[in-house]
């Protein structure tokens, strides 16, 4: 599996998130192998790209869902608070070859200015991962200072958590 093959799971993912009062659970049933998130040789294992976004989502976004709007036929954005309200996340993905900038005013949400922001990407979106190698495609975890604005690097999901105040 490559990099442009976690954007699609990750946009399979915000569908569910977006009719989250129809979907109660999805499952995903093969987990080693074939076409499972985990690649395997005889000695060695690690996540295929596709286990990434399931791996990331499941740790850091939230389960409250959110409406959120923005102006981009290129950007899928997903929006929830976490369970105990404390942080809103915000997972945009960004299946183009081109960065973008999103101008988000959380509105009546009051956030704290420093974030941590989780990334995936790679920059080439047939990039992939094998068992035993130093992975091509890996999440990464940054500080962030949220000035309104949230970056999407090309061919990329991010995460971004934000405190409430």
Not at 13 to 26: I, V, W
Request: hydrophobic share 35%.
């Amino acid at each position: 599996y490559h990099l442009k093959d976690a954007v699609g799971v990750a946009r399979g993912l915000h569908e569910y998130f977006r009719n989250s009062d129809l979907y109660f659970m999805a499952n995903y049933a093969q987990t080693v192998n074939v076409i499972g998130c985990i690649k395997t040789t005889r000695t060695k294992s690690g996540f295929a790209t596709t286990g990434l976004p399931l791996l990331l989502y499941r740790n850091h976004f939230g389960s409250l869902p959110l409406e959120f709007e923005i102006d981009s036929t290129d950007l899928d954005i997903s929006v929830a608070y976490t369970a105990d309200k404390k942080y809103v996340t915000i997972a945009i993905v960004n299946p183009s070859s081109m960065t973008h900038v999103v101008e988000s005013d959380p509105g009546n949400i009051k956030v704290k200015k420093e974030g941590v922001r989780w990334s995936i990407n790679g920059g080439d979106p047939e990039s992939f991962n094998v068992p035993g190698e130093e992975p091509a495609v890996s999440i990464k975890e940054e500080p962030v200072i949220f000035r309104n604005t949230l970056e999407s690097p090309a061919y990329s999901i991010v995460l971004y958590q934000l405190e409430v105040k």
